[in-house]
């Protein structure tokens, strides 16, 4: 039975992972506060501890 639920667990993290990667790509592209805004409250009801600089694009 245990081995149906960790199943669960990993799709659900496959998507959470997902969904983030195209949080962070719409992020970047917002163009303004506001629009960044509402990007990063979708965000954090997926995933409730990132914070606004691990979803900004890192500048190398």
């Known amino acids: ?8 667990e990993r799709k659900r993290r496959r998507a959470r992972k997902l969904k983030l990667v195209k949080f962070r790509a719409l992020f970047a592209k917002a163009a303004n ?4 805004g509402l990007i990063f409250a979708k965000a954090r009801k997926i995933s409730p501890l990132i914070t606004v600089e691990e ?6």
């Open 1 to 8: 039975m245990g081995c149906v639920e960790r199943d669960r």
């Open 33 to 36: 506060d506001g629009e960044r």
């Open 55 to 60: 979803l900004a694009p890192t500048k190398s």
